[in-house]
């Protein structure tokens, strides 16, 4: 409970610091130390107003730091008689602004994923180090480099949020299907990203794009309690035991995308909502829409191309068509540079190969995939997949 406070509040105590002070970089250590503290207190003594509590700390230690800063003489012999502020002012959401500060084109796609997660979303180095299996210190190092890059920046809402979808969206995708390790995913980024991005539609729930996102978000992660065997093992959509989805998030999924298409434009986000809510809706593979759900991938390739949308468009194709249209598509697909070296395109070549009866080439191919995905759950999935084959 207290780490979900503590989340929750951390981008109010930081936005009010950086409001009153400046510097997003001093102010967001500041803040840091205060949830330290917090986390250490409250468990014995939770105070009556927490945000006030985190306010009144983190500005007691920045203006320690002022005090320390002996640079800074004219600025310390103005704050130092400063008391903390009070906490009831600080009544403006400032979270879309702190975000798009986060999300500066200024920083690089992995410093902004990095301080989103430290400055909005509260989560240590080390959290941050864990979820991404990458060196505490390489994360650190990207969150001074990024604080170092937004110095002098004004705190002010300015540009478009897609640059902060974009960002959460990566959060999210990389605790669906981890990229590298052991895990199937990692939770923490997932709930995390959704957290994050309610927190964003509350600051813009008139745009259908960030409605967009939450809904996909959720309409995909409702698929994770079955996305896993007990013993740890990946388990395809195909093979699901849909009874183990979670049906809340599919509900509010579902009327989310549904308000987003009848009052917005449409936008990529919610073209792959809608999506995933054809999926979430059938009762089997068999009986999925799969004709909808081409359509919509027509759509999405229109409005957002790229080469991951090629080939998801290729799998419907192939449930709409025929296994041999999918793989004629595949063909051409694949001569995409982007694509040329990656397992999904194996992968999906395997199963159109394994569909068209073709088993020697779909066995080389499930192979083949699973030398190039370098996590190792979809190798040990790839490689059961191709020792059925040998067996059959």
């Given at each position: 409970m207290i780490p979900d406070l503590l989340r929750s509040l951390t981008p109010q105590v930081v936005t009010a610091l950086v409001r009153r002070y400046g510097d997003f970089d001093a102010c967001e250590d500041a803040v840091q130390e205060a949830l330290l503290a917090a986390s250490q207190q409250w468990p014995s003594a939770m105070p009556d107003n927490p945000k006030g509590w985190l306010i009144t700390t983190a500005s007691r230690r920045r203006i320690e730091q002022l005090?320390?800063?002996?640079?800074?003489?004219?600025?310390?012999?103005?704050?130092?008689?400063?008391?903390?502020?009070?906490?009831?002012?600080?009544?403006?959401?400032?979270?879309?602004?702190?975000?798009?500060?986060?999300?500066?084109?200024?920083?690089?796609?992995?410093?902004?994923?990095?301080?989103?997660?430290?400055?909005?979303?509260?989560?240590?180095?080390?959290?941050?180090?864990?979820?991404?299996?990458?060196?505490?210190?390489?994360?650190?190092?990207?969150?001074?480099?990024?604080?170092?890059?937004?110095?002098?920046?004004?705190?002010?809402?300015?540009?478009?949020?897609?640059?902060?979808?974009?960002?959460?969206?990566?959060?999210?995708?990389?605790?669906?299907?981890?990229?590298?390790?052991?895990?199937?995913?990692?939770?923490?980024?997932?709930?995390?990203?959704?957290?994050?991005?309610?927190?964003?539609?509350?600051?813009?729930?008139?745009?259908?794009?960030?409605?967009?996102?939450?809904?996909?978000?959720?309409?995909?992660?409702?698929?994770?309690?079955?996305?896993?065997?007990?013993?740890?093992?990946?388990?395809?959509?195909?093979?699901?035991?849909?009874?183990?989805?979670?049906?809340?998030?599919?509900?509010?999924?579902?009327?989310?995308?549904?308000?987003?298409?009848?009052?917005?434009?449409?936008?990529?986000?919610?073209?792959?909502?809608?999506?995933?809510?054809?999926?979430?809706?059938?009762?089997?593979?068999e009986t999925t829409d799969w004709a909808q759900i081409l359509t919509l991938y027509d759509l999405l390739r229109v409005v957002a191309p790229g080469p991951m949308v090629t080939v998801n468009r290729v799998v419907a194709l192939a449930q709409v068509a025929g296994p041999e249209a999918g793989l004629a598509e595949l063909a051409a697909a694949a001569s995409d540079p982007a694509l040329a070296a990656h397992h999904r395109v194996d992968a999906v070549r395997a199963h159109l190969l394994e569909l068209s009866g073709d088993v020697a080439g779909a066995r080389q191919a499930y192979l083949a995939a699973a030398e190039r995905t370098l996590s190792v759950p979809e190798q040990g999935y790839l490689r059961s997949r191709a020792a059925a084959l040998a067996e059959a």
């Open positions: 005090r320390s800063e002996t640079a800074r003489q004219r600025r310390e012999a103005a704050v130092a008689l400063a008391e903390p502020p009070d906490p009831a002012p600080v009544a403006v959401d400032d979270t879309l602004t702190l975000l798009l500060l986060c999300c500066h084109p200024s920083l690089s796609r992995p410093s902004q994923v990095a301080l989103t997660l430290r400055a909005v979303g509260g989560l240590t180095t080390a959290e941050i180090a864990r979820a991404f299996l990458v060196p505490e210190a390489t994360i650190g190092q990207r969150i001074s480099r990024a604080k170092r890059s937004l110095r002098g920046e004004r705190f002010v809402a300015s540009g478009s949020p897609d640059r902060v979808l974009e960002v959460l969206y990566l959060i999210f995708t990389e605790g669906h299907t981890a990229s590298s390790g052991d895990a199937v995913n990692r939770v923490e980024l997932t709930t995390e990203a959704i957290r994050l991005t309610r927190q964003l539609r509350a600051s813009l729930p008139e745009d259908g794009e960030v409605t967009g996102l939450l809904a996909l978000m959720l309409l995909t992660d409702a698929r994770r309690p079955a996305r896993v065997s007990p013993s740890g093992e990946l388990v395809p959509l195909a093979s699901q035991d849909r009874s183990l989805w979670n049906r809340e998030f599919i509900a509010e999924g579902t009327a989310l995308i549904t308000g987003a298409l009848s009052s917005s434009p449409v936008g990529p986000y919610q073209l792959q909502a809608a999506i995933a809510a054809v999926h979430d809706e059938a009762a089997s593979t």
